[in-house]
């Protein structure tokens, strides 16, 4: 069974940074590409990062390129997002994705809340 | 980017057929993919590739795909479905994902 949890969500000041992990298990987790998906209180699904299997390629939208790094340990089954120069904007709950195949995300994670606020 | 249009709430009674939309210029051309999310849980995906069902997902979920329109439909609803339902595509010329911006089910 697949599973996925996340971690690291915390209240921060605008400015600061914040990393969160992804631990998976019950799948080859270097066989798949993962992401990271958002959605702000009471909106709808962002997308925000996407990684493949191996770690070599990764891509954001144009609005994050820069602010927001994806990363993977596949020694650790762990995916990680840095985050920063956080603003209020970026406060969401944050998901973690095995993707299914490239184009969609078959398991989510139970998600993580970030919250930036002074 | 790929603007992914769905009305905002959809009402259906019990037992009868829900359709959701999700509108796109030329969304026909790309594969469709549908996420079911219930308060406080993450989404579910309940179809992909515009048809396809993950395995546990009931048949009375299925999807159609042509030209402008992708469309979610749920038979025989019941108090189960309600739920946020979105729709997503890849854009694999840019290698970006793309969410519609969501459906409130409601069953009266």
């Known amino acids: 069974e697949v599973q996925l949890l996340e971690s690291g969500g915390d209240l921060v000041q605008p400015g600061e940074s914040q990393r969160l992990s992804c631990a998976a298990s019950g799948f080859t987790f270097s066989d798949y590409a993962m992401s990271w998906v958002r959605q702000a209180p009471g909106k709808g699904l962002e997308w925000v990062s996407t990684i493949s299997g191996t770690g070599k390629t990764s891509y954001y939208p144009d609005s994050l390129k820069g602010r927001f790094t994806i990363s993977r340990d596949n020694s650790k089954n762990t995916l990680y997002l840095q985050m920063n120069n956080l603003r209020g904007g970026d406060t969401a709950i944050y998901y973690c994705?095995?993707?299914?195949?490239?184009?969609?995300?078959?398991?989510w994670g139970p998600g993580v809340l970030v919250t930036v606020s002074p | 980017s790929f603007a992914l249009a769905q009305p905002p709430s959809v009402s259906v009674a019990p037992g009868q057929t829900a359709t959701i939309t999700c509108g796109g210029d030329k969304i026909g051309t790309k594969s469709v993919h549908w996420y079911q999310q219930k308060p406080g849980e993450a989404p579910v995906l309940v179809v992909f590739?515009?048809?396809a069902r993950p395995s546990g997902i009931p048949e009375r979920y299925s999807g159609a795909n042509a030209a402008n329109t992708a469309t979610l439909t749920i038979s025989r609803v019941d108090a189960g479905d309600e739920a946020d339902y979105f729709c997503?595509?890849?854009?694999?010329?840019?290698?970006?994902?793309?969410f519609g911006g969501g459906t409130k089910l409601t069953v009266l």
């Open positions: 590739d515009d048809s």
């Open positions: 994705a095995k993707h299914r195949s490239l184009a969609n995300f078959g398991s």
């Open positions: 997503q595509v890849w854009d694999s010329d840019g290698d970006h994902w793309f």
